[in-house]
């Protein structure tokens, strides 16, 4: 694993949380500076069937109803992440999936949590996510997605515009994970490819394309072998 100098130098400074996310990606795709690549509008379209999938019809306890808005609201991060560490995002695609991820952390485990001891666990989950704030962003969020998906005008080509450079200073640790079967996850913990540190402080910083860990030895690599979620759904300075 070797050193790199990494996406950029930003400051340390961290990125907006998902409304000014949100209102940003707005603005640029109506004022024409960001229009859609394939890859952007694909994951786009999945994540909005996610966003207005109804709830299931059906008679059942109140219980079962509050589950299935939970199960609902948990697969619009599942689905999110799984484009998001697809890698085949532009940089303000990227910013705008992440940014959904953060707001949609506490269904990470609720109400279907993983059951091996090794899967992922990420700070922000309670026993009782906050479903009615979740269900908020639903319609909005649709709308957005529904822009960033759809086709571009005969003879329009994909223009992607700068989304800003960012950084962060972590406590704490890495992890990537694997799951070579439905019910098994491995996981393993970053280790700094110098002093073999593994706790930080880490200087994490990221260009929307990809992130670097800098650590307090002065080791910087780019090259950690993490996926983006893996890095971003821990950071405590990023909402």
Same mark, same amino acid.
């Given at each position: 694993?070797?050193?790199?100098?990494? @996406? &950029?130098?930003?400051?340390? $400074?961290?990125?907006?949380? +998902?409304?000014?996310?949100? $209102?940003?990606?707005? *603005?640029?795709?109506?004022? &024409?500076?960001?229009?859609?690549?394939?890859?952007?509008?694909? =994951?786009?379209?999945?994540? *909005?069937?996610?966003?207005?999938?109804?709830? @299931?019809? *059906?008679? %059942?306890?109140? +219980?079962?109803?509050?589950? #299935?808005? #939970?199960?609902?609201?948990?697969?619009?991060?599942?689905?999110?992440?799984?484009?998001?560490?697809?890698?085949?995002?532009? /940089?303000?695609?990227?910013?705008?999936?992440?940014?959904?991820?953060?707001?949609?952390?506490?269904?990470?485990?609720?109400?279907?949590? @993983?059951?091996? =001891?090794?899967?992922?666990?990420?700070?922000?989950?309670?026993?009782? /996510?906050?479903?009615?704030?979740?269900?908020?962003?639903?319609?909005?969020?649709? $709308?957005?997605?529904?822009?960033?998906?759809?086709?571009? /005008?005969?003879?329009?080509?994909?223009?992607?515009?700068?989304?800003?450079?960012?950084?962060? +200073?972590?406590?704490?640790?890495?992890?990537?994970?694997?799951?070579?079967?439905?019910?098994?996850?491995?996981?393993?913990?970053?280790?700094?490819?110098?002093?073999? &540190?593994?706790?930080?402080?880490?200087?994490?910083?990221?260009?929307?394309?990809?992130?670097?860990?800098?650590?307090?030895? %002065?080791?910087?690599? %780019?090259?950690? %072998?993490?996926?983006?979620?893996?890095?971003?759904?821990?950071? $405590?300075?990023?909402?």
């Amino acid at each position: 694993m070797g050193s790199d100098s990494g @996406p &950029g130098a930003p400051a340390v $400074d961290a990125p907006p949380g +998902v409304g000014r996310t949100v $209102d940003a990606a707005r *603005r640029l795709l109506a004022s &024409g500076e960001w229009r859609p690549a394939e890859s952007d509008a694909d =994951a786009a379209a999945g994540v *909005r069937t996610r966003l207005t999938a109804r709830l @299931p019809d *059906r008679a %059942g306890t109140s +219980v079962l109803a509050a589950t #299935d808005r #939970d199960r609902r609201l948990q697969r619009i991060l599942r689905t999110t992440l799984h484009h998001l560490d697809g890698g085949a995002l532009s /940089p303000p695609a990227t910013a705008l999936l992440a940014a959904v991820a953060r707001a949609f952390r506490p269904w990470h485990p609720f109400p279907n949590p @993983p059951r091996a =001891a090794a899967a992922p666990r990420y700070p922000g989950s309670t026993s009782t /996510p906050p479903t009615a704030a979740g269900e908020a962003l639903l319609g909005p969020l649709a $709308d957005l997605f529904g822009t960033l998906a759809a086709p571009l /005008p005969p003879g329009t080509v994909p223009l992607t515009p700068r989304a800003e450079p960012w950084a962060v +200073v972590h406590e704490g640790r890495f992890r990537h994970y694997g799951r070579p079967s439905p019910s098994v996850w491995t996981a393993d913990t970053f280790a700094c490819p110098a002093c073999g &540190g593994r706790s930080g402080p880490w200087t994490v910083r990221c260009d929307w394309r990809a992130f670097t860990l800098g650590c307090a030895c %002065g080791t910087v690599t %780019g090259d950690h %072998g993490l996926a983006f979620s893996e890095v971003w759904l821990v950071l $405590d300075g990023a909402d």
